[in-house]
């Protein structure tokens, strides 16, 4: 009886530190259930974020795109209000406040939120034991010691985030042929506009008959987990938009727990040293080993590899893009008017930009889904535009990790919609280039297979 009642209290534990009680949900006016409290833009309020004091101006916003905008104009005028700063919830005197304090501050300020913010926050955030909030991968290292290390021997495992809006399988095919090694870890992203089903069954076909090929080339593989994974939580890929960062932050989040289940599974460090997100339109332009060789080399397997920075993009963060916004912020005219704030961006002066395409270390990859000081960022550029290329800029600037501007990738500029062709391949600098972008035809594939002996 003894037993059965500790078992019972330890599922009862557990089930707060899984996530799978979070109670965070959306209410109306994009306001936020977070937990027992019910978070409304300012001068709204109830249970449900229904009821709005009239007489405040910001309620009644309007503006010619976006028709009525009164949550947002008035959550930006709320965050004029508090005059705040660049991570001014989680930095400085706010530095010691609890986990819990620290998330719900942020929540508090960045609204309005729609489901693709819960859908992030339900894959990064976990309770702990006392119905605290906290952010579930903070720990993982505690949890997992073996971890606290890179897999070197008997191989060098890397982390492929695969992000695709369409499911062709020879391009897929042919991406695998020269990505594959039943070592790495893959996770793909399906974009969420994708709903051919019977695609999707094809796609999970091949995935389970390649990696049983993988297990079967050598016995220490027979132990290893799967090593590819459809993400289950899939986001709307539309351009210009925060769903671009969070479909690679939950996709980290798979990665990590690919990681903790091949360590338990043969009590080995099992840690990538860099995760490298990928289209099905690009194309490696040297093998995988040699670039896995060259990653985990000397001062290499602790270096992010991230452009910045870009021009001026200054228009990007002046005003508030909102919502599938098309490249179109709500009117400066609209926001004078309504009293709304200015900005979308907090000291957007400060901000860095550059490319979406990179190599990050396991270690940054961490960061940006275990630290408030990273959800603040993120919830900060949620209504910029192409927040994809600042995040990962400003997410590596609070963590000051070793990083050069070179991302060992190449788009071809100069060509009719970027696209290579057979005819441009001896013209690629293989020496710095690792990964051509903007491959879009299988026989260019096939001739870079062949001409760069891509399956060394």
């Given amino acids: 009886m003894k037993i059965l009642i500790i078992l019972v209290l330890l599922n009862f534990l557990y089930s707060f530190g899984n996530g799978s009680n979070l109670n965070i949900h959306l209410v109306k006016n994009g306001g936020l259930k977070f937990g027992d409290k019910t978070i409304c833009p300012l ?41 705040l700063t660049d991570l001014k919830l989680t930095d400085g005197e706010n530095e010691n406040k609890s986990e819990n304090d620290k998330i719900f501050s942020i929540f508090e300020t960045y609204g309005p939120f729609f489901d693709r913010d819960v859908d992030l926050v339900n894959s990064i955030l976990e309770k702990d034991t006392f119905g605290e909030y906290k ?24 982390g492929f985030v695969i992000l695709i809006h369409k499911i062709d399988i020879d391009a897929i095919d042919n991406l695998f042929k020269v990505l594959y090694q039943p070592y790495h870890y893959y996770v793909i992203h399906i974009d969420k506009n994708f709903s051919d089903l019977n695609k999707i069954q094809l796609l999970n076909d091949y995935l389970k008959d390649l990696q ?16 590819i994974k459809i993400s289950d939580l899939r986001f709307n890929g539309e351009w210009g938009t925060i769903s671009l960062v969070y479909m690679e932050l939950a996709s980290y989040t798979v990665l990590f727990d690919m990681v903790e289940e091949r360590s338990q599974a043969t009590n080995l460090p099992s840690l990538f040293s860099h995760m490298i997100n990928y ?15 060259t990653l985990f080399e000397g001062e290499n397997i602790d270096t992010t590899y991230l452009h910045c920075c870009m021009a001026d993009v200054k228009a990007r963060y002046d005003r508030i893009y909102y919502e599938d916004h098309k490249g179109v912020g709500i009117s400066k005219n609209a926001i004078s008017k309504y009293g709304c704030g200015i900005e979308a961006v907090p000291s957007k002066g400060d901000v860095l930009d550059g490319s979406q395409w990179h190599f990050l270390t396991s270690k940054f990859v961490h960061f940006l889904i275990s630290s408030t000081k990273s959800l603040e960022k993120l919830f900060s550029l949620k209504f910029s535009m192409i927040p994809d290329e600042s995040f990962f800029q400003n997410g590596q600037a ?5 990083v050069e501007k070179r991302t060992h990738r190449a788009t071809l500029w100069n060509n009719i919609r970027y696209n290579v062709s057979i005819s441009d391949l001896d013209l690629i600098d293989r020496e710095e280039t690792f990964i051509i972008r903007k491959v879009y035809d299988n026989n260019v594939r096939e001739e870079m297979i062949k001409r760069y002996n891509l399956l060394e």
């Fill in 135 to 158: 952010m579930k991968y903070q720990d993982f290292f505690q949890r997992n010691p073996n971890n606290n290390q890179i897999q070197r021997e008997p191989s060098q495992p890397l």
């Fill in 279 to 293: 289209s099905l339109n690009d194309m490696i332009t040297r093998s995988l080993k040699n670039i896995s060789r």
């Fill in 212 to 227: 049983a090929k993988g297990r079967a080339t050598e016995n220490i593989y027979e132990k290893y987990p799967n090593n």
């Fill in 398 to 402: 609070i963590f000051n990790g070793p």
């Fill in 43 to 83: 001068s709204y309020g109830g249970e449900d974020c229904s009821l709005a004091n009239t007489t405040e101006l910001c309620n009644h916003a309007q503006d010619p795109h976006y028709g009525e905008v009164g949550p947002i104009c008035c959550w930006s005028k709320y965050r004029k209000q508090i005059d």
